[in-house]
């Protein structure tokens, strides 16, 4: 029997919930739709993590949205009453800056972002440019600033002048509000810019790319079978964790919902099933805590 058949009988697939039943060293969580929804903790999240932490267990979050930096990030998580260090928060803005960084150090780029990602690029000595001329890669970010004189300026410099590349800083289509809104995320700056200029986007450092789990895996120094990855999309955060071999759990709480988990072929699907996040301590130790659902967060 497989680890999952053995969890399975264990759990006895009531509503299809997979719990571990062990912990792990390190726990990577995605933010928005797992740990909160939109200004409200979800049920299980402010314990859970004090939890962990308390356990000396390693806890990062990360995020793909780039028009917030590690410190606005950890000001919110502080302020809903999770009080969380900068050093826990690894997003797009925090990849992009190591990957060009890594890769490209002496590139001239143009960041067609929000001020987040051009802070973090400015601070770390990366040199940033409007003239077409002198660009040597083109960024399209979440940018809600997104004008024509942004997508002429990338034009110019991949088309015309033929030397820039475009890079994304995550793949996202749509960034999901509560109530089941949205606005228009990073792909569609990417698509404006593929359909003027004929390139193709050649790298994302945000999720589901190894780029960023590399760049977390790198700042807790564990293995990534050492850890379990949580999130509510299973495109994103989860797929990720399975392209790396790594432990992922669903969380039923953003995007994902039981029906779709169900239409999903068997490759697709994460390790556990949780219908709130604090499932992911063993319901032993739920008894050993004198956990209960009611009124937590």
Same mark, same amino acid.
Request: one cysteine or more.
């Given at each position: 029997?497989?680890?999952? &058949?053995?969890?399975?009988? !264990?759990?006895? *697939? #009531? /509503?299809?919930?997979?719990?571990? @039943?062990?912990?792990?060293?390190?726990? $990577?969580?995605?933010?928005?739709?797992?740990?909160?929804?939109?200004?409200?903790?979800?049920?299980?999240?402010?314990?859970?993590?004090?939890?962990?932490?308390?356990?000396?267990?390693?806890?990062?979050?990360?995020?793909?949205?780039?028009?917030?930096?590690?410190?606005?990030?950890?000001?919110?998580?502080?302020?809903?009453?999770?009080?969380?260090?900068?050093?826990?928060?690894?997003?797009?803005?925090?990849?992009?800056?190591?990957?060009?960084?890594?890769?490209?150090?002496?590139?001239?780029?143009?960041?067609?972002?929000? &001020?987040?990602?051009?802070? !973090?690029?400015? *601070? #770390? /000595?990366?040199?940033?440019?409007? @003239?077409?001329?002198?660009?040597?890669? $083109?960024?399209?970010?979440?940018?809600?600033?997104?004008?024509?004189?942004?997508?002429?300026?990338?034009?110019?410099?991949?088309?015309?002048?033929?030397?820039?590349?475009?890079?994304?800083?995550?793949?996202?289509?749509?960034?999901?509000?509560?109530?089941?809104?949205?606005?228009?995320?990073?792909?569609?700056?990417?698509?404006?810019?593929?359909?003027?200029?004929?390139?193709?986007?050649?790298?994302?450092?945000?999720?589901?790319?190894?780029?960023?789990?590399?760049?977390?895996?790198?700042?807790?120094?564990?293995?990534?079978?050492?850890?379990?990855?949580?999130?509510?999309?299973?495109?994103?955060?989860?797929?990720?964790?399975?392209?790396?071999?790594?432990?992922?759990?669903?969380?039923?709480?953003?995007?994902?919902?039981?029906?779709?988990?169900?239409?999903?072929?068997?490759?697709?699907?994460?390790?556990?099933?949780?219908?709130?996040?604090?499932?992911?301590?063993?319901?032993?130790?739920?008894?050993?805590?004198?956990?209960?659902?009611?009124?937590?967060?």
């Amino acid at each position: 029997m497989t680890a999952r &058949e053995e969890n399975d009988s !264990a759990t006895g *697939e #009531a /509503g299809g919930i997979r719990a571990p @039943d062990r912990l792990y060293e390190g726990y $990577v969580f995605d933010l928005d739709g797992t740990i909160y929804l939109g200004d409200d903790l979800l049920p299980g999240a402010k314990r859970l993590v004090e939890k962990l932490r308390e356990l000396g267990r390693r806890v990062v979050f990360l995020s793909n949205n780039p028009t917030k930096d590690p410190e606005m990030y950890a000001e919110k998580l502080t302020r809903l009453g999770l009080p969380t260090p900068e050093d826990e928060i690894v997003n797009t803005v925090v990849t992009m800056k190591e990957w060009l960084l890594q890769n490209h150090p002496d590139a001239t780029v143009f960041p067609i972002s929000e &001020e987040p990602l051009k802070k !973090a690029l400015r *601070e #770390a /000595g990366i040199k940033i440019s409007e @003239d077409p001329e002198e660009i040597d890669i $083109v960024i399209a970010s979440y940018d809600r600033t997104f004008e024509y004189r942004k997508l002429q300026i990338a034009f110019d410099a991949i088309w015309f002048h033929q030397r820039a590349r475009l890079v994304t800083t995550n793949p996202d289509r749509y960034c999901p509000f509560p109530g089941g809104r949205g606005e228009p995320d990073a792909a569609a700056i990417v698509g404006a810019i593929e359909g003027c200029t004929g390139a193709k986007c050649e790298v994302n450092v945000g999720k589901p790319d190894p780029i960023m789990l590399k760049t977390i895996m790198d700042m807790v120094g564990l293995d990534a079978a050492e850890c379990v990855m949580t999130g509510d999309r299973l495109y994103t955060e989860i797929r990720m964790a399975l392209d790396a071999g790594m432990p992922g759990a669903v969380v039923l709480t953003g995007e994902t919902t039981a029906e779709m988990l169900r239409d999903e072929p068997e490759e697709n699907k994460p390790e556990y099933v949780l219908d709130r996040i604090d499932r992911l301590v063993p319901q032993r130790m739920w008894d050993e805590f004198g956990w209960t659902e009611d009124g937590v967060q």
